[in-house]
């Protein structure tokens, strides 16, 4: 973690003219199904994955670097299917909320047995709960459905079933609508006295120790908070690929979560978006015009980025952005 | 007789075959500035350590204001009353001096809103006019990183003092500042604690500052405590001047 910084402590709100590029860019990902209809799906996997890096992403502000974060995203997406298989013409907000509440649980579980650990123990000890759960789920196939995963039927939305077009629609505005509110509330969360003590663990846990303060404690909010963002995403994935495989808990999806924070940015709730976007078009038109060679570009992207920007994408568009507002 | 606000029983702690603590019994009373003096490795910090919590005695015990804290961890002891400095200023050091300030008072009401700023606390005035006690209200919005190793030591006690604690427990407060402003640094310190209504014990290794802002002296030696006074009958102790001060002071 020493050559990545993660973005300060949140110590007030943005410039208003940021604000208003932020809120153009939302109008954009909105515009895309019918300025760019071919793009939904891609932008729609970019936001879901982007929700779960967000969860990465409050680990990084604690200076922590979680390898397993997965298995929150896998949880979710299993658990959406378990209860589509279950609950016949189960509603989509239903799954959500399903898929969410027991991410959460899991990070609690999972969670007591962590915060008690920092640094490489931290972070290894996520993967080994992932390739646990990765493990059960290639294994138990007769319930998993192993490397094939599961099949999702498309719920139906507060009653209604849509039809493929309308529910893809439907999921991409939602998906945006998450992605603001849920980003909004983890930066107000990050400046928020809880937020702010769940960041000193970086810092100095002998002094919140002398504050009065549990570090485990201060810790596992932020776990807690870390696994749903990642549920939510891993339920809104689910519902848009339609299908739930292994691969979701597979450790090269964590590793990926981790080079999409430190892409973005570490430490950025925006980042972590514009990041996950950025991932998403390069591996799609990298690996259909560069073949073998995709990753290569994107690790030397990477490579790059931490040598070069340490505050990632989003470190570089603030920096460009002020520096045209310092001439303009 | 009025009971102590700080008292320990019996401590015994050994560090395999060093003992830092050889049965010490001690009383502290409210409303005093208690140093601690000796030579070093004597069990000065140690002492600071099992009243704050941080370590745990192999016998012994410590009680505040008459409740057993002992066994207790630093965090719950920080909440009966005790707060506590350190030799290296411990503060968030990517946080500036008020936020610093904030997140402790954030701690000492318990603040959970998730969605309030820190920076909207009702307790941002009481955390500016604790800086301005400290004469560090000037570097409120700078980084920690930022500043002096005395200003840094001020924050820290600032820290500490937002806890609204009984007991201030510091631990060498003007180590490591230049000797031209260990003064300065005491006279906000002595004055922030009277304005606080804070009892403070400090372990001291420069005897002029002993002499000057301490009510009172105790000894430490080979782990236990070999004199107590006020600082004239300490200092000018035959026993202290030979074992700990090395030297008369002027």
């Not at chain 2, 000065?44 to 099992?50: A, E, R, V």
């Not at chain 2, 609204?164 to 604690?193: F, H, W």
Request: proline content about 4%; hydrophobic content about 50%; charged content about 15%.
């Amino acid at each position: 973690m020493s050559s990545v910084t993660t973005t300060a402590p949140a110590t007030g709100s943005s410039p208003a003219a940021l604000s208003l590029l932020w809120i153009a860019g939302v109008v954009l990902l909105a515009a895309v199904p019918f300025l760019a209809p071919n793009l939904q799906l891609l932008v729609n996997f970019a936001l879901a994955k982007g929700l779960a890096v967000v969860g990465v992403t409050v680990l990084l502000r604690a200076g922590q670097v979680s390898f397993g974060h997965a298995l929150f995203f896998g949880i979710s997406a299993y658990i959406g299917a378990f209860v589509m298989a279950s609950v016949p013409g189960m509603d989509f907000f239903g799954i959500l909320i399903a898929g969410t509440l027991g991410a959460a649980l899991a990070g609690l579980v999972v969670g007591l047995f962590v915060v008690r650990y920092r640094g490489i123990f931290f972070g290894m000890l996520n993967l080994a709960f992932s390739m646990i759960f990765w493990s059960i789920l290639e294994k138990f196939y007769h319930i998993t459905g192993g490397a094939d995963g599961i099949r999702l039927t498309r719920p139906t939305v507060l009653g209604m079933e849509l039809g493929r077009d309308a529910f893809e629609l439907f999921l991409y505005y939602t998906a945006i609508v998450l992605v603001v509110g849920l980003g909004w509330f983890t930066i107000r969360w990050f400046a928020s006295p809880v937020g702010q003590l769940f960041q000193t663990i970086k810092t100095n846990e002998t002094r919140l120790e002398y504050l009065g303060i549990s570090p485990r404690r201060a810790m596992l909010s932020g776990y807690l908070l870390s696994a749903a963002l990642c549920g939510v995403g891993g339920i809104l994935m689910a519902t848009a690929q339609g299908v739930v495989t292994p691969e979701y808990v597979w450790w090269v999806r964590s590793a990926e979560m981790v080079f999409i924070a430190v892409l973005g940015g570490a430490g950025s709730v925006r980042g972590a978006f514009l990041g996950a976007l950025i991932y998403e078009f390069v591996r799609t038109y990298a690996s259909a015009y560069a073949g073998d060679v995709w990753q290569m570009l994107l690790g030397a992207f990477l490579l790059v980025i931490i040598l070069f920007a340490p505050g990632g994408i989003i470190g570089i568009f603030e920096r460009v952005f002020a520096r045209g507002k310092g001439t303009s | 007789m009025t009971e102590p606000l700080l008292e320990t029983r019996d401590l015994v702690i050994r560090f395999g075959g060093v003992t830092a603590a050889d049965h010490v019994s001690l009383k502290i009373e409210a409303g005093r500035n208690l140093a601690i003096i000796g030579p070093n490795g004597a069990g000065k910090t140690t002492f600071l350590n099992i009243c704050s919590g941080w370590i745990k005695p192999s016998a012994g015990s410590v009680h505040f204001e008459g409740e057993d804290i002992t066994r207790l961890p630093p965090r719950k002891i920080v909440t009966r009353g005790v707060a506590r400095a350190f030799q290296i200023p411990q503060l968030f050091t990517e946080h500036t001096a008020l936020e610093n300030l904030l997140i402790a008072a954030s701690a000492r009401d318990g603040l959970r809103n998730p969605l309030r700023s820190m920076h909207g606390i009702d307790a941002r005035d009481e955390m500016m006019h604790l800086l301005d006690m400290v004469n560090c209200a000037d570097v409120a919005d700078r980084v920690v990183v930022e500043l002096s190793e005395g200003e840094r030591k001020l924050i820290d006690i600032a820290v500490a003092l937002a806890l609204k604690p009984r007991l201030l427990l510091m631990d060498e407060p003007t180590s490591g500042v230049a000797s031209s402003q260990k003064d300065e640094i005491m006279e906000i310190l002595i004055k922030a604690l009277s304005e606080a209504n804070v009892t403070s014990v400090f372990v001291e290794h420069d005897m002029s500052i002993v002499q000057t802002y301490a009510d009172e002296v105790a000894v430490w030696n080979a782990g236990n405590v070999q004199l107590r006074g006020t600082p004239s009958e300490v200092l000018e102790h035959p026993d202290v001047i030979r074992d700990v001060i090395g030297e008369e002071i002027a």
